[in-house]
């Protein structure tokens, strides 16, 4: 007859004196210890029955967790980025946060909730009374914690339930993947797209304020316009990855004043664009001095003469800034004859 068929065998031995226990007050203890009290068995002690629900409760967690990791990996594959679902009472967010949220979460409250299952119904719940011991461990003491761990091992019956063991390491085995599939949002690697904007032949200029092409006429001297290329929208998914490299600001100047050669042939009656992303680290420039010619970049005050190329006359920018070549259309509308001819922004990008 196994320990299992006669529960009764698991039971602690009755000890008249628990360890570190003291029954009685006396002159160097003063205060009595009542001791532990009567170990109450519970039910899957003595019920193998109620012992195998336990284990199948804990196994059912343990694959319903296997199954949220798959639906991770489901939703993350199946489910496109712009989808969003409504959601009592947060209202509408993205359907795909929605699916990995709630699978991962899942996935760990059911590894979590099957270990305390287990821990709660079918590990030896046993009370035992320790005396205190010096921090550092004796070797006799080291032997015991080993025999513990050895003793917990068996209690815990990971090598009889078998069930519960496999799939608690199916459970666990499959969870990293969650996190190894989110690594597929560090590529692809950016390759050229950091050299290039959306401008090309042909994009109107739109005054970023109003939404609408602008014309020679629009531009006066000494004003500040900040515009964006034709058909980038504010609602475009990608409109912070594309307006981050294309916005551009146009002044006019008189012509006399336009000191760079090719500056004059790039623009169009005066009127110049440049791009409006600082060459230092990237920042908006914002400020113009319409008597010198001369941009702000509030971030680090470097300066930049758009009357001649872009250049820079002050702080710790590296270069100039690169200048969009502009036109008009048939139909009288500022467009951009091209893309920037070098990449916007910090010299960072020029050594790649
Ligand atoms: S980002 Fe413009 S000066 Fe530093």
Not at 119 to 126: F, G, I, K, N, V
Not at 241 to 266: G, S, Y
Not at 269 to 285: L, R
Request: charged share 20%; glycine share 8%.
């Amino acid at each position: 007859m196994s320990s299992q068929d006669n529960p009764e065998e698991n039971l602690p031995a009755e000890q008249e004196h628990a360890p570190g226990a003291v029954t009685v007050a006396d002159e160097k203890n003063p205060f009595a210890d009542p001791g532990l009290p009567p170990h109450e068995h519970r039910v899957q002690d003595i019920d193998e029955q109620a012992a195998k629900r336990s284990e199948r409760t804990v196994a059912l967690l343990f694959t319903v967790s296997m199954l949220a990791t798959v639906g991770f990996i489901a939703s993350y594959v199946t489910i496109g980025i712009d989808t969003s679902v409504y959601v009592w009472p947060i209202g509408h967010i993205s359907a795909l946060n929605f699916a990995l949220g709630t699978c991962l979460g899942i996935a760990l409250f059911c590894i979590g909730a099957g270990a305390v299952h287990w821990a709660r119904t079918l590990m030896s719940d046993e009370e035992i009374a320790d005396e205190r011991h010096p921090i550092e461990a004796t070797p006799e003491v080291k032997a015991k914690v080993m025999a513990d761990f050895k003793q917990g091992a068996k209690e815990s019956a990971l090598g009889r339930r078998k069930l519960i063991r496999n799939t608690m390491f199916g459970a666990l085995a499959l969870f990293p993947l969650s996190g190894v599939i989110l690594l597929r949002d560090l590529g692809p690697l950016p390759g050229t797209k950091l050299r290039h904007t959306i401008w090309s032949k042909g994009k109107l200029l739109v005054n970023m304020n109003t939404n609408e092409p602008l014309r020679p006429s629009d531009i006066q001297v000494g004003s500040l316009t900040f515009v964006k290329p034709e058909g980038l929208e504010e609602h475009d998914h990608d409109f912070q990855t594309e307006i981050a490299k294309a916005a551009t600001m146009i002044v006019r100047i008189q012509p006399d004043n336009i000191k760079d050669k090719q500056e004059l042939e790039w623009s169009y009656q005066g009127i110049v664009a440049y791009s409006k992303i600082c060459t230092h680290v990237g920042c908006p420039i914002s400020l113009y001095e319409q008597q010198t010619h001369h941009v702000l970049c509030p971030c680090h005050q470097s300066t930049f003469d758009l009357s001649d190329g872009g250049r820079v006359i002050f702080g710790p920018a590296g270069h100039a800034l690169p200048q969009l070549r502009i036109g008009v259309n048939d139909e009288g509308y500022l467009e951009a004859l091209g893309d920037f001819e070098e990449p916007v922004g910090p010299a960072f990008w020029e050594r790649g």
